[in-house]
């Protein structure tokens, strides 16, 4: 694991709002230098949990530690090195969004100067911006400022709920890039939150996933999906002979589903090139290969197991 | 930290639109009083000496900035609490309305001392409310209408107070005022921590205020039991420091009354905020 | 005016005299008529009584009236001394109803009438001014002055005139003054008029006695007319005491004027009484 010190150690964490049972025993470990993937379908207590760790909600059990020190006691210490974006990132819309970024910059905790908010902003892709008031400002640009006033006090630790959610597709290019870029240049801890499944196995090297308040599985990424088999997608001129193909080749057992000139397969990523080549040598045009919702059917096999 | 959240919450106040409207409204009610007493002032001072006109004439200056500016703070009864409430109210509920309160409470800053630099940047507010109020009143009131002698007209009868005598009784009378106006910023702070949204801390402040004035006006035995321990029984004391003698005991057990509700509404406040969860 | 009713009184008893003449005695009347002639004797007797009683009270009353006119005459001729004068006021009241601290103040007054109180504080001063015993005097056709007894005030002993207005419109509904005659000097007045009410004036003089302006004023004024209007707009600050209002509501007020300084016939600019 990168780095081995652990950023975040989540034990056993409960919330009850009355009867309401919204976490009910979530446990998981984030390392430093993760980008760490938090997933579970809604109302899995995702959002709670998330909030309890940066002390929004006050957990009805359980133990919360970051950097080492418990959060009951050590609140003050842990915030100073997180930043953070809760749902979306709202602001003061009658100030502007320099003015916005000085208010939670002088907050941080840390000595920040205007040259400093000017640097961020810019880094952010919102210079010449920066004196107007946040009232006009488009949904995708207060993101790039809610990822500004995570940055400002360049913190250890990135906890993003959602960040993706209304931005348009080069949005979403934009901030996962901008993960990348956090984790590999400025060596960030990123904990993230996401529906988008695509992107939390694009960028994510560990993951947790809840459901119902527990936690149901937790690990490394690409350990999880590739103890699992694919779903492959051959895009084939002739699908009866490429049947009849994988049947000589005791492979038919394989065949998922046939849409039309797309046979889906359940193989695993060893198998491809074999049945790739099965095809081609005896006169099967492949014209396509294309591995289908690997995480989220992964994702909907744990969640309704 | 502390000082530089309360200087934060200086620059929110002085940002927000509304928080011009309490001193436009200042300006336009004392204007309008201003006009009215210049235009027809004498007529209500006849008003208040005609009882005593039969046998006595009153000579000087009566109309003067003194008298203006006492009848200008008897709106504190309503008015300027209500100017107050609206930005006070908004303190907290406001930050839960526009979403700030999420990232506000993320910060290393206790939830104690936000509440805190935010009360004190409220106060500072209704502070300058009523500046500006004693600025108007005073200062445009006796460039307007000259000085002279207060002439007051209590239920047991008229008092004239001299014009040395008044400086210190205004500075004092201001400082009672602005007490009875923290308390009701302090009420609308505490409502501002239950709600979620600016109106609703607004309205149950002017609500309550009007109520318990009621409550304070009726003669009925078993209400008049609870009047003296209503804060609003106790927003006129600053009249106290008008009358002679001074009634030191009353000023100081209204003093006293408006330090428990300021110290007890603030204690509700804090323990409301630190417990409250942050769900919006 | 006095001649008027002088001579309508003298013209009833002349009547009365004439009418009253005894008749001349007969000798045939005297065993039959004796009964009436006696009755006539005593009623004629009585009747000069009353003729002569009339003529004594209207002689009196005449005296008096000229007795008092000539009072007036010589405390008004003494008043008419000072055209104008100036001077400084301490004014102290001590009303029921009224809390106020004496305050200092300046008076102009010029003849005929002509007043001004100038000060820098608010003050209260009898509404009638402090010339009204001036003013009235120097109406001589408005009124019917009438000497009316003896009595000590302060030591002195003064001639008691009563002061009648002869008009139903006049303003004054009667006037009172204690007249030290000696020296032509109001010791005392007592003004009851339809505006004002009853205002009792007490006087002492010192180095102005000349001019007949006193050093000192003492007003009284009868308080069980003040009522202090309920409900005043501007007034949320219950102070009254039910107690201390009963106990105020029988009381009569006071202003204390002392009067220092005077400036007499220095020569004032009308000007000074503009407002």
């Not at chain 3, 002509?114 to 009204?132: H, L, N, T, W, Y």
Request: one cysteine or more.
């Amino acid at each position: 694991m990168p780095g081995e010190d652990k950023i975040i150690e989540v034990r056993h964490l409960v919330k009850h709002y009355g009867k309401f049972k919204a976490v009910e025993d979530v446990s998981f470990d984030v390392f430093r230098g993760d980008v760490y993937g938090f997933l579970g379908p809604n109302g899995a207590g995702k959002s709670t949990t998330i909030r309890t760790m940066l002390s929004l909600i006050s957990p009805t059990s359980g133990e919360i530690r970051l950097f080492g020190k418990n959060l009951l006691t050590d609140r003050n210490y842990i915030l100073q090195r997180i930043g953070c974006i809760v749902e979306k990132p709202d602001f003061y819309k009658y100030l502007s969004a320099e003015k916005n970024l000085e208010i939670f910059a002088r907050l941080s905790g840390v000595s920040v100067t205007k040259s400093k908010v000017h640097e961020i902003i810019e880094f952010v892709g919102l210079k010449g911006r920066e004196k107007d008031k946040l009232g006009g400002f488009s949904h995708g640009m207060r993101q790039r400022l809610g990822i500004a006033q995570t940055l400002i006090h360049d913190p250890e630790l990135i906890i993003l709920d959602e960040p993706t959610t209304g931005l348009d597709p080069q949005g979403i290019i934009d901030i996962r890039n901008l993960i990348l870029q956090l984790k590999n240049e400025r060596n960030k801890t990123v904990l993230l939150s996401s529906h988008i499944l695509s992107e939390i196995e694009l960028i994510a090297t560990r993951m947790v996933i809840i459901n119902k308040g527990k936690t149901i599985v937790q690990g490394s990424v690409s350990e999880l999906l590739n103890a699992q088999e694919l779903i492959v997608a051959f895009s084939v001129n002739n699908i009866e002979k490429a049947k009849q193909l994988l049947a000589n080749a005791s492979l038919d057992k394989t065949i998922d589903k046939i849409e039309h000139n797309s046979m889906l397969l359940h193989i695993s990523q060893e198998k491809i090139p074999v049945v790739n080549k099965l095809f081609c040598d005896n006169g099967v045009d492949v014209y396509s290969i294309e591995a289908k919702r690997k995480l989220e059917d992964y994702f909907l096999k744990l969640i309704n197991a | 930290m502390f000082w530089k959240s309360t200087y934060n919450e200086f620059i929110k106040i002085a940002a927000k639109p509304r928080s011009y409207i309490g001193v436009g409204a200042i300006t336009l009610i004392v204007g309008i009083i201003l006009f009215a007493m210049k235009a027809d002032g004498m007529n209500f001072i006849s008003f208040v000496t005609a009882p005593f006109e039969q046998s006595l004439s009153f000579e000087g200056n009566i109309l003067n900035g003194n008298l203006i500016a006492f009848i200008i703070l008897q709106m504190l009864i309503i008015h300027v609490p209500l100017l107050i409430a609206l930005v006070t109210g908004d303190l907290v509920s406001g930050e839960g309305a526009m979403g700030t309160i999420r990232l506000l409470l993320t910060k290393p800053i206790s939830r104690t001392k936000i509440l805190f630099s935010k009360y004190l940047a409220g106060c500072a507010y209704t502070f300058i409310i009523l500046l500006w109020m004693g600025f108007m009143a005073l200062i445009v009131g006796k460039w307007l209408f000259g000085t002279g002698d207060l002439m007051v007209l209590n239920s047991d009868g008229l008092i004239v107070l001299q014009e040395p005598d008044l400086g210190w009784r205004f500075a004092l009378g201001f400082s009672v005022a602005f007490l009875s106006l923290v308390t009701v910023a302090t009420l609308s702070l505490t409502l501002s921590c239950f709600s979620e949204n600016s109106i609703g801390p607004i309205v149950s402040t002017m609500a309550i205020i009007i109520l318990f004035n009621i409550i304070g006006a009726l003669e009925v035995p078993v209400l008049q039991k609870i009047q003296p321990y209503l804060f609003t029984t106790h927003m006129m004391a600053w009249r106290s420091f008008f009358e002679d003698p001074l009634p030191t005991e009353k000023i100081i057990h209204s003093i006293i009354i408006l330090l428990v509700h300021i110290v007890g509404l603030l204690g509700i406040a804090m323990y409301k905020f630190n417990k409250k969860d942050i769900l919006s | 005016m006095y001649s008027t009713r002088y001579e309508a009184s003298v013209r009833v008893a002349r009547h009365e005299r004439i009418e009253n003449k005894p008749a001349e005695k007969s000798a045939s009347d005297t065993s039959r008529y004796a009964p009436l002639r006696s009755a006539l004797e005593v009623t004629s007797r009585l009747k000069s009584i009353i003729v002569l009683f009339l003529i004594l009270f209207l002689s009196t009353s005449l005296s008096a009236q000229t007795n008092a006119n000539q009072i007036l005459r010589g405390v008004y001729t003494k008043l008419q001394k000072a055209k104008d004068y100036t001077v400084q006021a301490n004014i102290k009241v001590d009303m029921p109803f009224i809390r106020m601290l004496p305050i200092d103040a300046k008076i102009y007054f010029k003849q005929k009438d002509k007043f001004k109180v100038e000060s820098k504080s608010i003050a209260i001063v009898p509404r009638q001014g402090f010339d009204q015993a001036s003013k009235m005097l120097a109406d001589t056709n408005s009124y019917t002055a009438v000497a009316q007894g003896t009595e000590m005030v302060a030591g002195a002993l003064t001639t008691i005139v009563n002061i009648i207005p002869l008009s139903d419109t006049s303003d004054l509904i009667l006037g009172r003054l204690w007249i030290d005659t000696k020296q032509n000097l109001i010791l005392k007045s007592q003004l009851t008029t339809k505006s004002n009410g009853t205002i009792l004036t007490e006087y002492t003089y010192g180095t102005q006695a000349a001019y007949g302006l006193p050093d000192k004023m003492i007003f009284s004024v009868d308080i069980k007319k003040f009522k202090i209007p309920k409900g005043v707009a501007t007034d949320m600050n219950n102070t009254a005491d039910e107690k201390k209002k009963k106990e105020n509501e029988n009381k009569k007020g006071k202003i204390f004027i002392t009067l220092t300084n005077y400036q007499v016939n220095k020569g004032i600019l009308d000007s000074v009484f503009k407002k």
